[in-house]
């Protein structure tokens, strides 16, 4: 009923809210509750379901306990979990059926490997024991679950009901204990209930009919008539005898066939039976006839009670239990209403109340309790419909009350959000449920505000919780006073105001204004309307400009405050206490008030008002406004802060900063960052006010006028070249007010300022502390000044002597050392200067030059005080005649006398003494007047000591005095008439030095003479002294260097490094000196570690190529197995194809390591591997041949032998040089595809090109494994991990849908089959499923990109390569739309490379395989999905109007397609291949070694013969080499011409068998080119013969020496020279026979020939010099430059061999790496081999236990038409109505093959047809997701219908 009414409520709101947009809000609000209500009964009967199964659940679980004697250690929401492995049913199995199912068989019993690795496909034997167990005692298989039912827990409901009904049966059976009911006796809480009903709900099972389940066993049963009639006399015997629980068992024997029987209701079934039967045998009438007569059952049943009677009684007796219990739990609930556990009396399972809401139990309580009195007061009983009744409306009113609250709730919601909603909140304010009055919602962005402001103020109070939540109440309330405040704002915008209204309003009790006082309105309306044209100017006239309730409020406040103010200021005194308990008041908005400064507001208080008195005879106008109040204090703050800042001690900055800051002040021009030069000139404005007095905005703006432009100023001076006008500028600035600006001195200022500045700089480096101040700046003007003054008045001294005094004497200048009494000496002084520098046309004395001129004055001075007391002294001892202090003064410096000679110091003093006494005496006083140099005379006082320059007053000349002059004269005289004798004393000298001169040359003479007669003794003295002298010498340096022997050896290494440096650099050089090539040859020499590093290259090399074939041919067969086997466990198919497939298996691992050489090949044959060799050699280097053979190759020959054969070709690229020619010739056909054959990108993506697949399949495996699983290997997990489907195709989820649903009620589904799309698509469920997986998708996609776009780099190099050269082509054909290249990009990385790794990422190694638990078909799926919408997005291919329902995704696509345009960009920009490997077409020639494929010989064979196929296409020149090369191979040979027969010759399939195993062999090719120099240099390739003669003249030079090359080839040849050449040819040729023999290549049967035809070094000379000639006159080198293109080329061989080794070494240390991976994916493939071994070993046995019962089973099926349409198999029949279909009879037999049967199909007894039906194939349509078949081209069958047929009929899986 509830669904019902639900349904039809739905329908009627649908169609009510779609076709009446009239319709009244309650009919809607009606029509809601009935859909809430039908709801609310659904969710009640999900949880009384969800109740019923956790019964059935604990009871199932309670029996397997007790059954198997055994603790289930989980909880019961949990036991279904439990139950999944099976093991479990295994147990139960062993207690009833022990012999079918002992112990020992049941698979990990202790759960071991359960709990370690989960589930495994072995566990569903315990599953199959369980069944086989019910099938021994003969259980009912209508019971019977399905394996996935269990395994995969798909109805996991219908095993616990199949539990139930075998704890049922075996009851009756007494092979076990009766279930136990557990309904009404267990309790679980509302969390287990709600999870099982959501889960329950989300699996969209059918619950069983658990009270079914003995009706359903009781028809199901076979039970004879005799055993029936024997089982019933049982029950009546049992009655008889009074025996309660003998009667219940003879009832619940199953041939009794009794059904619902309760053991606890025995004893009232006994008593009831009893009854009944006495009753029936008094009322029956007995036959007369003869006792003896035997009684017959019907005679039996007269006084006994029959079957029906029996059962009759049973449900009677159940019934009234049930009513008891019912009546009694009713008593309960009656009783529990005051006192006790109301709310489990009333969830009572037995009583069934519906809508029981725990969480309001009390009030249940009380409504209940209500209907207690009342109907004791009518003396009735409380009934079962009174207590739902009374819960139903309880639950009504509960709801109204929610949802008010709800929509409360809402609309608190909408207020809590700035701004509100108000859309949204007309519709909660006009809900049905409220009837708010005077709304108009023409202003209900008004109320939406006010409402808000009441929220805010409530929640300010009680918070956020309930309490905080707005009422309906106070809502009205707030509507109301949202239209008074309306009106308010409206009387306020009247011109003039409406006072009347605004009065009435501001007393209005819905506002509730307080401290209204109506004697101050006209104040009140001043203030409010003053406030509502502020707010009009900045919020216009909208919302936001009205003034609210709170706002209103405050103004009042406000203004009551204020008038009290104004009063308390215009009191005399004024009330300092009221003015400052008003500006402390919140009311006020008055902020920053300091009690300290209150003096200070209340006079500028007044003084504004006596302003605003001055301009207005108002009174309302005079009052100072809150604004006027804050401006003042704000002001008064900020100049007291700054004052108190600037007066203390230690000035902080900060503190100064902020008062100037203060709006209040409106300071201009401040600049923050010179913030203490403001302090310092404000410290000094403030120094110069009164104490009390403090600076006010006009000071503090002056003093920052003034720094300012001081600042500037000394900017100015800095600047590079000083700009002198704007220094004028500032100098005569008013604001700066300097002082004395004289603006002939500005440039005298600007140097002087300059000056200043730079010493100021230079002083300090903090830039606040190098700036010139006011006074600084005003002290540099005024000295300045004085200088320009001494300048220009310098000539008028000394007339203006006083003057001068008094300039150079000012404190300002400060000039050191300066001396009041040389004034006249300094003028002098600067007077010489300024002439000096007349000269050099400056002619300015400047403060330095002044200075200067001082300085010298004084040491002048202090030479003229020297020299006159030193020419007193002279006087003074010319007096006293003291001839030795004369002498000592007469010399001494000070006086700098010539000629004083201390020999004629007497006739000095005469002279002096007579000099001086001939000088009259005066009568003249002490003072002397004495010349100088600079100036006139210095005066000097003899007896005081005094000097001065000016004329004493006192002076009178001594006139005894003798001067310096006077002095220095009287002793020159006397001095050269002494020296007239000193004259001639060099005359007398030199006759001397003659004499001395004769005497000493006659005296060597005669030594000579005596030396001469003594000289041999004297060579042998010096003979013996000089040797004696070396040998010390000698014997010291030993003793020296043994002492540095570690430096000398170190300096001797050095000094032969730096030589063979020199040489190796020659090297290098463009002109190589053959010196260095003699040097260094020996590095191409190769030593033993090279020949073993080699010789281990190739067998690495060998290994493998050989490792790579093998593991591929491994792979796909394995892979071939999976499939196989997986379709044998889940379908359980034949097996043959299982084992065949195995015995392939083991053959090929066999061959694994079955790699043989050149010896199965035919002796005669082996020549024809040399043409093989040039063959391949050509294939590989030329790219173009391979190119063309592909892209001329028909699509019907592109198999897997040509793409298996191009990688033999080039040896898998097992190194560089392979891996770069085998990305050139990817390539180069990837061009030739694109030129020849692309026209747009269809023809990329959808013809798949060769080149292409090629190339994806050389970059899979270890190449691109880890770089696959680093890139999305985590980002996929999610998807593999995931439940839910992420399909995208509609009919896919619709046939999903209804698959599920026929699962899980085991009936054909009545929705149609065959349906499209669209008809799909109008499913709700589809389409709700199809959007989450959209949803899904786009998460899993953007984590992808996400993944991919970083990850360019990490992708393999020969991958981008090929996207680079796929790039370039395609924006090379289509230069107009770069996108293609792009989306071709896209196509071949992510759909080529990476999709195949995303659909199969355990195949790929992405994330790890898993034998046993793979990933399943729901998992693959999933991963499809994903990487196929991953493929659009990599195109960008959006979906069309065809897939409209995926239109959604479109921009998605477009979105991640720009995402990854990025990413295609970089993966397609590498460097070239060529840069990549160092290799270029000439590489080939350089190479020391000779590369080698190992290539079988089947593959030589083929290769062959499709070369010759398409020779005319790939070498269409006659002259092709290709072609010379295909003319000496001749006729492709076949398999058998070329391997050697083996000798077993009676048994032709043994021969047929070895060949085709020899076939397969792998041989070792070493490539050459049949155009290598052969001594014929007139036909010899150029570069081939370049390199044949570079190669000679290696050898050759290693066993000639010689200054050059021409020398060598000239020079003689010696026996031991020739012997080493041999034995250096002969040692490579061993060492690559070796080579050859490991890697079983060609090489080893010709290098012993080789040897022999190069061992002679006069013919290798002879080879060399044709060579030469040939390359000389082909203009390749020259012997005028000593063949300098050779030996550079031979230079590049010996620097590029340390490059080659290190590679080597790379190269073997990436061999052996790989080794070890493909060794370990060897072993994983021969793990997973010995895995399926074992596997199909088990299923061989377990397919022999089980023929038998196959055998038994082969009979003809029988069925019509029409039954198998009831079945769901048969969908429809062309050209037959359904009636006709019981004409209509198949016939199903097996055949032989099991997996085959023969279908016959008959028209009433007319054989139609007959076809065979392949149970594979069925499976493999299946699996391809084809849901319906036609058969005999009429019938129409469902496909998972039939092949569930099959295999319930054929295979015994029900």
């Not at 959000?417 to 209900?444: R, T, W």
Request: proline residues 3%; glycine residues 2%.
């Amino acid at each position: 009923m509830a669904l019902a009414d639900k349904g039809e409520a739905q329908k009627m709101l649908r169609k009510k809210d779609v076709l009446d947009p009239a319709l009244t809000r309650r009919e809607i609000s009606g029509l809601r509750a009935r859909v809430q209500a039908a709801e609310i009964m659904d969710e009640e009967r999900e949880k009384l379901i969800a109740y019923q199964y956790l019964c059935r659940l604990a009871e199932a679980k309670d029996w397997i306990e007790r059954c198997i004697d055994e603790n289930i250690p989980v909880s019961v929401n949990e036991f279904e979990n439990t139950l999944q492995n099976g093991v479990l049913l295994a147990k139960l199995s062993n207690s009833f059926a022990a012999e079918v199912v002992p112990l020992k068989r049941i698979y990990d019993i202790d759960e071991a490997k359960y709990k370690v690795k989960g589930l495994h496909f072995k566990h569903t034997q315990n599953f199959n024991y369980w069944i086989e167990a019910m099938d021994s005692i003969k259980f009912p298989k209508i019971f019977h679950p399905e394996t996935v039912d269990l395994y995969d827990q798909k109805n996991m409901p219908k095993v616990i009901y199949c539990i139930h009904a075998v704890a049922l049966y075996c009851y009756k059976l007494g092979k076990a204990p009766a279930i136990i009911s557990l309904t009404g006796k267990i309790a679980f809480t509302d969390e287990e209930i709600l999870e099982k009903t959501v889960e329950l709900k989300s699996r969209g099972l059918k619950m069983p009919m658990f009270n079914r389940i003995g009706g359903i066993l009781t028809k199901e049963i076979k039970v004879d008539d005799e055993t029936f009639f024997k089982a019933i006399v049982a029950v009546n015997r049992a009655i008889e005898d009074e025996d309660a629980p003998q009667t219940v068992v003879a009832m619940n024997h199953i041939a009794a066939r009794l059904v619902d029987i309760d053991p606890d209701y025995a004893d009232y079934y006994q008593k009831k039976l009893f009854t009944a039967k006495n009753n029936k045998a008094s009322q029956a009438t007995l036959d007369p006839t003869d006792g003896t007569k035997e009684m017959t059952e019907e005679d039996y049943f007269k006084t006994n009670l029959k079957h029906n009677e029996i059962q009759i009684v049973v449900s009677e007796v159940n019934e009234e239990r049930k009513d008891f219990e019912i009546n009694m739990a009713l008593q309960a609930v009656i009783n529990s209403i005051e006192e006790g556990d109301l709310l489990n009396a009333l969830k009572n399972p037995l009583l069934m109340f519906s809508g029981i809401d725990p969480s309001i139990i009390h009030i249940y309580r009380n409504h209940l309790i209500a209907l207690k009195a009342k109907c004791d007061q009518e003396d009735t009983q409380i009934t079962y419909d009174d207590i739902q009744l009374t819960i139903k409306t309880t639950n009504e009113e509960i709801k109204r009350m929610n949802y008010q609250q709800s929509v409360l709730q809402i609309l608190n919601n909408l207020l809590d959000s700035n701004p509100v909603n108000c859309s949204k909140l007309k519709e909660c304010l006009e809900n049905e449920y409220f009837e708010f009055s005077n709304l108009d919602v023409a202003y209900i962005e008004q109320y939406g505000i006010v409402m808000r402001r009441g929220r805010l103020e409530k929640v300010a109070i009680n918070g956020y919780g309930e309490e905080g939540l707005l009422t309906s109440d106070e809502i009205q309330q707030l509507i109301d006073q949202a239209n008074i405040l309306r009106e308010l704002n409206d009387a306020l915008d009247r011109d003039p105001t409406d006072n009347v209204k605004i009065e009435t309003c501001l007393g209005s009790d819905i506002l509730s204004l307080h401290d209204v006082e109506f004697d101050c309105q006209d104040v009140y309306f001043i203030c409010l309307k003053r406030r509502r044209v502020e707010k009009i100017k900045v919020y216009g006239t909208g919302n936001k400009s009205f003034l609210y309730l709170d706002e209103i409020q405050r103004l009042i406040l406000q203004t009551n405050w204020l008038i009290i103010l104004n009063k308390a200021i215009d009191q005399n005194p004024p009330d300092q206490d009221k003015i400052n308990e008003c500006l402390l008041s919140e009311y006020m908005d008055v902020e920053d008030v300091d009690a300290e400064n209150i003096m200070q507001y209340i006079m500028m208080f007044k003084l504004h008002k006596e302003e605003k008195a001055a301009n207005s005879d108002d009174a309302n106008e005079i009052m100072l406004t809150i604004k006027d109040v804050q401006l003042i204090i704000s002001r008064e703050n900020a100049l007291l802060a700054l004052d108190r800042s600037i007066r203390a001690e230690t000035i902080e900055i900060s503190k100064v900063r902020e008062p100037l800051r203060s709006k209040a002040l409106n300071l201009l021009n401040l600049r923050m960052e010179i913030a203490p030069f403001y302090t310092i000139s404000l410290k000094e404005k403030r120094d110069s006010k009164d104490q009390d007095e403090i600076l006010r905005e006009n000071d503090i703006q002056s003093c920052i006028d003034e720094t300012n432009v001081l600042i500037d100023l000394n900017d100015c001076l800095v600047e590079d070249p000083v700009d002198i006008t704007k220094l004028k500028g500032y100098l005569v600035d008013q604001i700066l007010h300097l002082s004395n600006v004289n603006m002939d001195n500005v440039v005298l200022y600007t140097s002087s300022l300059i000056a200043e500045r730079k010493q100021k700089m230079n002083t300090f480096d903090d830039s606040n502390k190098n700036l010139l101040s006011k006074i600084e700046v005003n002290k540099v003007i005024y000295f300045s000044n004085i200088i320009a003054a001494i300048n220009k008045d310098l000539d008028h001294y000394p007339s203006n002597q006083e003057q001068f005094n008094i300039w150079l004497l000012d404190e300002t200048l400060a000039f050191s050392e300066l001396q009041s009494s040389l004034i006249t000496l300094y003028v002098e002084i600067f007077k010489g200067m300024r002439k000096e520098k007349v000269l050099t046309e400056e002619g300015f004395l400047d403060f330095i030059d002044i200075q200067n001129c001082i300085t010298r004055g004084n040491e002048i001075h202090e030479a003229n005080v020297s020299l006159v007391r030193c020419v007193a002294k002279v006087n003074s001892l010319i007096e006293a005649e003291d001839q030795d202090g004369l002498l000592a003064s007469l010399q001494s410096t000070i006086l700098s006398l010539t000629g004083v000679n201390d020999k004629m110091i007497a006739d000095h003093l005469t002279a002096l003494k007579a000099a001086k006494d001939e000088k009259s005496a005066s009568s003249g006083n002490d003072w002397i007047k004495h010349d100088i140099e600079i100036g006139n005379y210095i005066y000097y006082n003899l007896s005081s000591e005094e000097f001065a320059y000016d004329t004493p007053k006192d002076y009178v000349s001594n006139g005894k005095f003798l001067t310096k002059i006077e002095i220095e004269q009287l002793i020159i005289s006397i001095t050269e008439r002494y020296n007239l004798y000193e004259r001639q004393i060099p005359e007398i000298i030199a006759i001397q030095a003659l004499a001395r001169g004769y005497l000493a040359r006659k005296m060597v003479k005669q030594r000579q003479y005596e030396l001469k007669c003594l000289l041999p003794a004297v060579v042998k003295i010096q003979a013996a002294c000089r040797g004696y002298l070396q040998r010390i010498r000698y014997l010291n340096r030993l003793k020296y260097f043994a002492m540095n022997e570690n430096a000398v050896i170190k300096m001797q290494s050095v000094f032969r490094c730096l030589r063979v440096r020199d040489c190796y650099r020659g090297l290098k050089s463009q002109d190589v000196p053959f010196a260095a090539i003699s040097m260094f040859i020996y590095l191409l020499d190769e030593s033993q570690k090279d020949f073993e590093e080699e010789l281990e290259l190739q067998k690495l090399r060998s290994h493998i190529v050989t490792s790579i074939r093998a593991n591929l041919k491994l792979e796909k067969d394995l892979s071939s197995m999976d499939v196989k086997i997986g379709l044998l466990v889940k379908n359980r198919i034949t097996l043959q194809d299982v084992v065949h497939q195995n015995r392939a298996l083991k053959k090929i691992n066999k061959e694994v390591s079955n790699v043989k050489g050149i010896d199965v090949m035919v002796k005669e044959r082996t020549r024809q591997l040399e043409g093989y060799q040039s063959l391949f050699y050509l294939l590989q280097t030329e790219p173009k041949y391979l190119a063309k053979l592909i892209f001329e190759m028909p699509q019907s020959r592109s198999n897997r032998f040509v793409e298996a054969a191009i990688l033999t070709i080039f040896n898998y690229a097992a190194n560089s040089r392979e891996e770069y020619l085998l990305i050139k010739l990817f390539n180069t056909a990837l061009q030739e595809e694109i030129l020849n054959r692309t026209n747009s990108i269809e023809d990329i993506t959808e013809n798949n090109p060769l080149a292409i697949k090629l190339a994806i399949q050389f970059n899979r495996g270890s190449r691109s494994q880890n770089c696959l699983k680093e890139i999305f290997g985590s980002a996929i997990q999610p998807v593999i991990n995931s439940k839910e489907d992420y399909n995208l195709d509609p009919l896919n989820i619709y046939k999903d849908w209804i698959d599920h649903l026929e699962l899980i009620s085991g009936e054909a589904s009545q929705l149609p089959h065959n349906i499209n799309t669209e008809q799909a698509l109008k499913y709700p469920e589809v389409k709700k499923k199809l959007a989450d997986c959209i949803e899904r998708l786009r998460i899993v996609i953007s984590d992808l990109v996400a993944a991919i776009v970083p990850a360019a780099e990490k992708l393999p190099y020969a991958l981008r390569c090929v996207a680079m050269t796929l790039r370039k082509c395609l924006e090379k054909k289509f230069p107009n739309d770069k996108d293609i290249a792009l989306q071709a990009v896209g196509h071949f990385i992510i759909c080529r490379y990476m999709h195949p790794a995303l659909i199969a990422p355990d195949a790929f190694d992405v994330i790890p395989f898993n034998f046993e638990n793979p990933l399943n078909s729901h998992q693959r799926h999933c991963l499809a999905s994903v990487a196929n919408l991953l493929q659009r997005i990599a195109v960008n291919n959006r979906f069309d109007s065809e897939t409209s329902y995926l239109n959604p995704l479109n921009d998605f696509i477009s979105e991640s397609f720009e995402k990854l345009r990025i990413f295609l960009n970089k993966v397609s920009t590498v460097e070239e291949p060529g840069e990549r490997f160092q290799l270029d077409q000439y590489s080939e020639y350089a190479m020391l070694r000779k590369p080698t494929i190992y290539i079988s010989i089947r593959e030589i064979c083929n290769i062959h013969k499709l070369v010759v196929d398409f020779e005319n296409e790939i070498a269409p020149n006659t002259d092709d080499p290709l072609r010379e090369v295909l003319s000496d191979l001749g006729t492709p040979l076949s398999e058998t011409e070329l391997i050697e027969k083996p000798e077993i010759t009676n048994d032709p399939i043994a021969v047929e068998a070895v060949i085709e195993d020899l076939a397969k062999t792998e041989v070792c090719l070493t490539l050459t080119t049949r155009f290598d120099l052969k001594g014929d240099n007139k036909t010899s390739d150029v570069a081939s013969l370049f390199n044949g003669t570079k190669k000679l003249i290696e050898d050759v030079v290693r066993v000639q020496k010689g200054s050059s090359l021409a020398d060598v080839l000239d020079t003689h040849v010696t026996e031991p020279e020739s012997e080493a050449y041999r034995g250096i040819i002969s040692n490579r040729a061993n060492k690559i026979a070796l080579i050859s023999l490991v890697t079983q290549s060609q090489d080893s049967a010709n290098a012993g020939k080789k040897v022999e035809k190069e061992v002679s070094l006069e013919k290798a000379k002879i080879k060399i010099k044709e060579g030469l000639q040939a390359l000389e006159e082909k203009e390749l080198t020259s012997s005028k430059d000593g063949y300098a293109t050779i030996l550079r080329d031979i230079a590049k061989d010996i620097l590029n061999m340390r490059l080659y080794r290190k590679n080597r070494k790379i190269e073997i240390s990436k061999l052996r790496e790989g080794q070890v991976a493909l060794d370990s994916k060897t072993d994983d493939y021969v793990e997973q081999m010995d895995y399926y071994n074992k596997y199909i070993k088990t299923c061989i046995e377990n397919m022999a236990m089980s023929s038998k019962k196959k055998k038994e089973k082969k009979s003809v099926l029988k069925y019509t038409a029409a039954r198998f349409q009831e079945k769901n198999i048969v969908l429809s029949i062309t050209g037959l109505q359904p009636q006709q279909y019981k004409n209509v009879a198949f016939e199903i037999a097996p055949t032989d093959d099991p997996s085959k049967f023969k279908m016959r199909a008959k028209m009433v007894s007319t054989t139609m047809d007959s076809i065979l039906l392949d149970f594979e194939h069925l499976l493999e349509l299946q699996y391809e997701g084809i849901t319906s078949i036609k058969i005999f081209n009429a019938v129409m069958f469902d496909l998972n219908s039939l092949i569930s047929f099959l295999n319930k009929k054929f295979y015994g899986k029900d």
